[in-house]
């Protein structure tokens, strides 16, 4: 077993206590186990690959790409609106870069449902129904997009078909959020969590609200998580594993054992395959596109989903993260506009137009879907501390690559950006997009752990608008 520590930071749902959790050497590594199924197809695959970023904490969608400059001051709030790439479409000022990318893009204006947490549970699974849950995953939770994406087949044998960057979500606040795991598919499905050690340069003026930039880069795990385990200790073992197999075999095998042996094996493949090590080689990048993304973690983290991709995973999801007092990702509840404007908005305005623009340099964009979104938006009304509260009943969602129709706005909220005025979308909806675009039929199932069949999109439909 392994013992893994976060630092001790809480984002506002209320969780300070430091945890210390334990999770199986393999399962570190997440998706070993070989898929049980064929894909179950419907209609050709627009996209091969996803990369999600999730914004976590929730972030104010009327001062990013909702933006209502006629409200009241304490609506509409301290930014500016600018033109885009899109004729008629204003975003934020704070993000000029984005802003010119906007053509290539849909944009939903009116992602809505009742899930009122910092869980990223319904952005990766689609599930936004039961109580909200500040803590604790459970084997009962619904499985990821990754993991459906695992189940079903996808996904090649010497990679992991998905992977959660810079760290499990919840690493910095000691806790584990539910949503990027395998659910009631059970722990095999879980995915490849990368590791992260966070640098800052400066101390922050005020815990969480005064934001510091963390630097560094992902690093894949396994051999240094594995206490005094090195890649010839490992070959050894494995070659150890081949001989006692060897007599293994002279009296015949349970199904269970031949289960645990494909498992053990593709665990081997994936710690010592060259194609997942060298995606995380960040130096293997020329100076000049490591810049463009910006020295910072997330920055990094989205180079490495580029990368990652190129390698064969399906899923990547790069996930904003509460690094204990020098920040807390986009839940603003206090300094809103100072965080956006110091911090959020820079780094999302460098690393999201260079992946954007990497991808297409490389003819990848066509079959990648990059999705931009967090688990909810944040209040109308500026509250006394400058801050904009939890507001699960509107928010965005960007999707840019594979099988999206370009410069489409899709959604309208009312005059205060509220609620929806026109064409809710459900987080279902959306996940049930992903599908349709990855080539699987959203009104598929897998069995819970009873064997009941459970929808994968949640009752969510794909949004026929926005797809080409």
């Known amino acids: 077993m392994i013992r893994v520590l976060g630092s001790g930071g809480r984002t506002c749902d209320g969780v300070s206590r430091r945890e210390v959790l334990r999770a199986g050497g393999l399962t570190l590594l997440g998706g070993l186990s070989l898929p049980a199924y064929a894909a179950a197809a419907k209609g050709p695959a627009r996209a091969r690959s996803v990369i999600l970023v999730n914004l976590l904490g929730g972030p104010a969608h009327l001062d990013m790409f909702d933006m209502k400059p006629d409200a009241p001051s304490d609506i509409r709030g301290e930014f500016k609106p600018i033109g885009t790439s899109l004729p008629g479409l204003q975003i934020c000022e704070h993000m000029p870069r984005i802003a010119r990318t906007m053509h290539l893009s849909a944009l939903v204006r009116t992602v809505t449902h009742g899930y009122d947490s910092h869980n990223p549970l319904n952005v990766l699974t689609g ?16 499985p990821s ?15 992991p078909v998905h992977a959660v960057l810079p760290c499990y979500p919840g ?82 095998r349970s199904r269970e054992m031949a289960g645990l042996q494909s498992w053990q094996q593709r665990a081997f493949d994936i710690l010592t395959s060259g194609r997942v090590r060298n995606a995380f080689d960040l130096d293997r990048e020329p100076a000049g596109t490591r810049e463009r993304y910006g020295d910072n973690l997330y920055g990094a983290s989205m180079l490495t989903a580029r990368r990652l991709i190129e390698a064969g995973v399906v899923f990547v999801t790069v996930s904003w993260e509460v690094f204990g007092k020098n920040g807390h990702a986009f839940d603003t509840h206090e300094n809103n506009f100072g965080m956006l404007k110091s911090e959020n908005l820079p780094i999302l305005d460098q690393a999201y137009p260079a992946l954007i623009q990497d991808l297409q340099e490389r003819g990848m964009l066509e079959e990648t879907v990059v999705v931009v979104m967090g688990e909810m938006g944040r209040s109308p009304r500026v509250n006394k501390l400058a801050g904009r509260d939890h507001w ?18 899709h959604g309208r909220s009312d005059a205060i950006g509220a609620y929806p005025d026109e064409d809710p979308v459900t987080p279902g909806d959306l996940v049930a997009t992903v599908y349709r675009l990855l080539g699987l039929d959203p009104e598929a199932t897998v069995p819970d752990r009873t064997g009941r069949p459970t929808p994968i999109s949640h009752g969510g439909s794909p949004i026929r608008p926005i797809l080409a």
């Open 171 to 252: 690493w910095g606040e000691t806790i584990r959020r539910p949503g990027p795991y395998g659910g009631f598919l059970g722990p095999q499905y879980d995915p490849l969590f990368s590791l992260c050690e966070p640098k800052f340069g400066r101390e922050p003026s005020r815990p969480y609200y005064d934001p510091v930039r963390p630097v560094g880069r992902p690093r894949l795990p396994g051999l240094e998580a594995l206490p005094g385990l090195t890649v010839d200790r490992l070959s050894r073992r494995r070659d150890l594993l081949h001989q006692v197999d060897a007599e293994r075999a002279r009296f015949g």
């Open 127 to 142: 599930f936004s129904g039961g109580e909200a849950r500040a803590v604790n995953i459970s084997p009962d939770d619904p």
């Open 145 to 159: 997009m990754g993991a459906v994406c695992q189940w079903f087949g996808m996904g090649r044998p010497d990679v």
């Open 392 to 409: 699960p009943q509107c928010g965005f969602a960007l999707l840019t690559g594979g099988g999206i129709r370009r410069g489409t706005v």
